[in-house]
């Protein structure tokens, strides 16, 4: 079982920034896929950013150009960093893994309980 713990949410105005972070904890394998989903109020769940063990990072349309997907493998965390953040960037957001121990074994996946951003004035 892996654990996903999410902090940084909060209220910001628009145009500013804000860092989220996402610690693993529990059965950590090395082979992985780290990712930031979003959920807003009425909306299905979408993707915001992925990265892989391999390094490989991979953008919404929606944030490319202004978020970055980051990690830090010694302490099994990744960062989402989103700057001129707009009021539809508001939502829920969803930490997400899944890793596997060998290439030949199946994923397995993990959803972290979510924190709330909001982008008001």
């Known amino acids: 079982q892996v654990q996903l713990v999410e902090s940084g949410g909060g209220l910001v105005q628009p145009g500013g920034s804000l860092t989220l972070s996402c610690v693993a904890s529990g059965s950590i394998f090395s082979i992985y896929v780290m990712a930031w989903y979003r959920q807003a109020p009425g909306k299905q769940r979408e993707m915001v950013a992925s990265i892989t063990s391999d390094g490989n990072t991979n953008y919404a349309d929606s944030v490319k150009g202004r978020s970055t997907i980051s990690r830090d493998n010694a302490k099994n965390t990744i960062y989402l960093q989103m700057n001129s953040l707009e009021p539809e960037d508001t939502a829920v957001y969803y930490c997400?893994?899944?890793?596997?121990?060998?290439?030949?074994?199946?994923?397995?996946?993990?959803w972290g309980q979510g924190t709330q951003v909001t982008v008001s004035s």
């Open positions: 997400y893994r899944k890793n596997r121990r060998v290439m030949t074994m199946p994923w397995l996946s993990y």
